[in-house]
């Protein structure tokens, strides 16, 4: 079991920690900083950190906030070539850069009313991708996040035999569809409908939502077992009701 590990130094506005703290939400949709025992059996490790004091501003004058944090893998050494990339709550890319070779990443951005953080590793480094949604836009952030061994998983969406272009892919573990940090990821589908994600092994959900083509339903649910590296079957989805 992991052990939470305060204390390195507590001013005014910051509280810097060494590991271990997790941010979850209440019904009022208010984050708490609570302790946690995480499980081995997890594909993905996240400690979002305390906010950061806010003090960078943009050429507007525009208070800017930062999200930023270390990429790391399972030996805890820093996760090269990866791309972390930042999203708003219509899925819409704000920012994205590559980590360093340290595995640090930092953005800033305008604030926002809620946002999405996903880290994508190289193809070539085996490791899954991760996804954290939900995360308030109106402050600095910062997250230490472990990524762990994964496939490569190809699929493709379809509707009346074509491939559907600009479709959102998001997977996640079964039973995590109520989480905000997820060992799955988020892909848009390409001009003949395929996908790619690099995922942990073990039963998912996949859902894909559709707000492009109003013949088709506007989110469908597919199950999923991740066992290797693997080709799913043709997801078609079916007609909107009339």
């Known amino acids: 079991m992991l052990r939470s590990l305060l204390t390195k130094s507590v001013s005014k506005h910051t509280l810097e920690t060494e590991l271990y703290m997790f941010l979850s939400m209440s019904v ?8 946690v025992a995480v499980s081995i059996a997890l594909g993905v490790l996240v400690f979002p950190l305390l906010p950061a004091q806010i003090s960078a501003k943009d050429d507007d004058d ?3 906030n930062e999200i930023g ?11 090269q070539n990866a791309q972390v990339k930042l999203f708003n709550e219509k899925h819409e890319i704000l920012l994205q850069t590559p980590v360093s070779s340290d595995g640090s990443f930092s953005m800033k951005h305008r604030p926002c009313a809620v946002c999405s953080l996903q880290v994508i ?17 109106d402050a600095s952030r910062k997250f230490l996040v472990t990524l762990q061994n994964g496939f490569r998983v190809r ?6 035999g074509k491939g559907l272009k600009g479709l959102i892919v998001t997977v996640v573990a079964s039973g995590d569809e109520q989480k905000h940090v997820h060992t799955g990821g988020e892909a848009r589908t390409a001009r003949d409908g395929t996908f790619v994600m690099n995922l942990t092994p073990g039963p998912k959900l996949l859902t894909v939502q559709n707000d492009k083509y109003a013949n088709f339903v506007a989110s469908y649910e597919h199950p999923l ?11 078609k989805l079916p007609p909107a009701e009339r």
């Open 155 to 160: 699929g493709r969406i379809t509707g009346a």
């Open 69 to 79: 944090g270390r990429v790391l893998d399972s030996h805890r050494n820093p996760v």
């Open 121 to 137: 590793p190289d193809d070539k480094s085996n490791l899954a991708s991760a996804l954290f949604e939900k995360i308030p836009g």
């Open 225 to 235: 077992n991740v066992t290797a590296d693997q080709e799913i079957t043709e997801i």
């Open 28 to 35: 009022r949709g208010q984050y708490h900083l609570k302790r």
């Open 62 to 64: 525009v208070i800017m």
